[in-house]
């Protein structure tokens, strides 16, 4: 997911001379060590607990088939609260005193780039299931994401609009203390006008607002099609109710950032008829999601699996991949063998890791009917720059850069 966030000057005051830079010497048998660093009790948690049921699914899967070339996979997690400072720390930890083979996270972006920083200059490969804004990956060449970038969505949903909505006057509402927001916005609004259309209005709000009245009755007087709202779960659902108490009836579309079940309480049948590009459909008739939802359930009491939790299992899937084709947890050659991943079968889509450690993919749009996100249609990948809709000021410096980057 998911911020998204983005706080990109942070400076990290960490001394990496103790960091594992030389190959790892390992026995045979040693326990294959993943840092899991998630947002588990801070604003963010709904994510990175859904995430972590993911990832723990995969992890009990491989060691209960025998682990990975007969080494058990341990994970060692790490609440980093949602804050970047936080997912600094942690990371250190996992890195310099766990000594780790491995790192999983973050859903927001602001916390993956951060952490980022701290495995690229220790050359311990990072998966970030969620972390969507594409500077995170600009990091180094030991950075991964699971998931597609901001921008894919932000093109996706104006598709959508144009094609299947017959949509052209858009408006958006935009949480513009959010790179995250600010990204899907830009991508929408220059997608939306290539294919004929126009942004009529633009709003904006910052995390934690509570009222969008005036921003509503607004965009209202304009008589939108459509109206973007690339936001979180958290005010989306808000905004959601007070367009219908205004009247305003346009269809709502969102981002992934809109996946929690929380949702439903926010928002309730106001949110009926919107849509969100996302990463996976539970009810996606594909055997490898059919499967996935099934043992989710069985595992977890019935609940169902969101985005989140795919995106998690099919982390640490990957991450298990290109163990087994390196044939050890050397760092570089774990690296090589990551940036080889081709056409991964995974519960959230066809995975092949582009030139820049992007996940090329599929997104699925779905429509929000009576508590249920429910499958609309698949979207195919396609190929976008590393640095579209990234303003300069927040593109990473140059002297991160180890391999180029998308």
């Known amino acids: 997911m998911a911020d998204k966030f983005l706080v990109i000057g942070i400076v990290i005051g960490i001394s990496f001379s103790c960091v594992g830079l030389v190959a790892h010497q390992k026995p045979t048998n040693e326990p ?6 998630l947002d588990l009790s801070g604003r963010t948690a709904a994510f990175g607990r859904a995430t972590l049921k993911g990832v723990k699914m995969a992890a009990a899967e491989m060691n209960q088939a025998g682990g990975i ?5 341990e994970l060692i997690i790490e609440d980093d609260l949602g804050r970047p400072d936080e997912a600094a720390k942690v990371v250190e930890r996992l890195v310099v ?13 602001s916390n993956s780039l951060v952490a980022a920083q701290i495995a690229q200059r220790a050359k311990v490969p990072m998966i970030t299931p969620f972390g969507t804004h594409p500077a995170v990956t600009q990091v180094g060449n030991y950075i991964f994401r699971a998931s597609f970038i901001d921008p894919f969505q932000g093109e996706v949903l104006a598709e959508f609009a144009v094609k299947t909505l017959r949509a052209k006057r858009g408006a958006l509402l935009v949480d513009w203390s959010s790179d995250y927001c600010k ?22 709000y910052v995390q934690g607002d509570m009222d969008f009245k005036a921003q509503l009755v607004s965009i209202k007087s304009y008589r939108p099609h459509v109206i973007f709202v690339p936001g979180y779960y958290s005010e989306a659902g808000i905004i959601a109710k007070q367009a219908r108490q ?5 269809p709502l579309l969102g981002g992934d950032g809109w996946d929690s079940s929380q949702l439903w309480g926010l928002g309730g049948t106001a949110l009926n008829g919107s849509y969100i590009a996302n990463q996976y459909a539970s009810d996606n008739p594909s055997l490898a999601s059919k499967e996935f939802v099934a043992n989710y359930k069985a595992l977890y009491g019935g609940l169902e699996p969101d985005s989140l939790a795919a995106l998690g299992y099919d982390a640490l899937k990957i991450l298990a991949g290109a163990i087994r084709r390196a044939g050890t947890t050397d760092g570089p050659a774990l690296r090589e063998a990551l940036a080889g991943t081709r056409d991964f ?8 890791m582009d030139e820049n450690r992007n996940a090329l993919k599929a997104a699925v749009i779905l429509r929000l009917q009576d508590g249920r996100f429910v499958y609309s249609e698949t979207v195919q990948p396609i190929k976008a720059s590393a640095n579209d809709h990234i303003p300069e000021k927040l593109q990473p410096k140059k002297r991160l ?5 998308r």
């Open 32 to 37: 294959i060590r993943v840092g899991v660093f």
């Open 69 to 73: 070339d007969g080494r058990r996979v």
């Open 97 to 109: 005193q766990k000594n780790v083979h491995a790192l999983l996270g973050e859903v927001a972006s």
């Open 183 to 204: 990204t899907l916005a830009t991508a929408f609004e220059e997608s939306l006008i290539r294919l004929g259309g126009q942004v009529v209005v633009k709003q904006t």
């Open 246 to 250: 205004v009247g305003l009836n346009s």
């Open 345 to 352: 079968e995974g519960v959230t889509g066809r995975i092949t």
């Open 401 to 405: 850069h180890k391999t180029p980057r």
